[in-house]
């Protein structure tokens, strides 16, 4: 039996609201059996919760970049606290993102700080992190040097050099191996999804997200692993046993109690 992961997915999003379990039942018939939410800002923590009831969900609590700038001291208690509650949550979606060449130094700095303490406590909690990364491979490696993280996580969708992640590999993560595969131009994506090893590969597909003018959804998961197992001329039982391998590593760092 296929079993795959899309490890990146924000079944929370209104766009998944009303057709959740049809949307589940669809990704299923193509063999993704596992989904890892993460949530995006204190405002959906709530909704990512609801979704733990459902068993093959495991869930992710952080602050993304776009919102560290207008987060609270308040909002990092509070995450801090349902982490605590919640033991068997990953921490994300967290990072950095540079994308913007208008941001200012004061901006970048504020995403770094952020970005630096959920690290901290992410490393004080034994969790795996998800990180978003855009243009900032090397401040996302220099912040993780600085914050003595060591549990590994995800750098996910990914969209750089094979340099940069072997980098990030070598700091512990697995690569998000994505929906840019779905688009045939995407060179970088194609390259990675090509030639990195296995063992530092996982799926997602950052639904509902990276599609032009489509409703992402995990089910895509499917088409993913195809396309990669025909860049590497390898079975699609291939990809699923390493990429499912790597997923079950992570999660074996997560000390539930
Ligand atoms: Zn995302």
């Not at 890892?36 to 204190?42: D, E, F, L, Y």
């Amino acid at each position: 039996m296929l079993k795959l992961t899309d490890t990146h997915c924000h079944l929370a999003d209104p766009a998944f609201s009303n057709h959740l379990p049809d949307i589940l039942k669809t990704a299923e018939s193509q063999g993704v059996r596992r989904f890892i939410v993460p949530a995006t800002c204190s405002d959906d923590f709530q909704a990512v919760i609801s979704l733990t009831k459902i068993p093959s969900v495991h869930i992710a609590l952080g602050i993304h970049p776009w919102f560290a700038e207008s987060a609270s001291e308040q909002d990092f208690h509070h995450l801090e606290s349902l982490l605590k509650q919640y033991p068997q949550a990953w921490v994300g979606e967290i990072g950095l993102d540079f994308y913007d060449k208008a941001q200012t130094t004061k901006q970048r700095e504020k995403q770094i700080d952020y970005f630096c303490r959920q690290l901290v406590l992410a490393e004080r909690l034994h969790r795996p992190v998800i990180v978003h990364n855009l243009k900032a491979t090397s401040a996302i490696v220099e912040a993780v040097k600085q914050s003595r993280f060591s549990q590994g996580g995800i750098a996910h969708a990914f969209s750089g050099s094979l340099e940069e992640a072997q980098l990030l590999i070598k700091n512990g993560f697995k690569i998000g191996i994505g929906s840019l595969l779905l688009n045939p131009t995407a060179k970088k994506a194609r390259q990675a999804a090509q030639n990195l090893p296995l063992k530092d590969m996982v799926l997602e597909t950052d639904s509902p997200f990276m599609l032009k003018n489509t409703l992402n959804t995990p089910a895509n998961v499917r088409q993913i692993a195809e396309i990669t197992a025909e860049l590497r001329h390898i079975s699609l039982e291939e990809v699923a046993t390493a990429t499912e391998q790597n997923v079950e590593t992570l999660l074996a760092t997560i000390p539930l109690v």
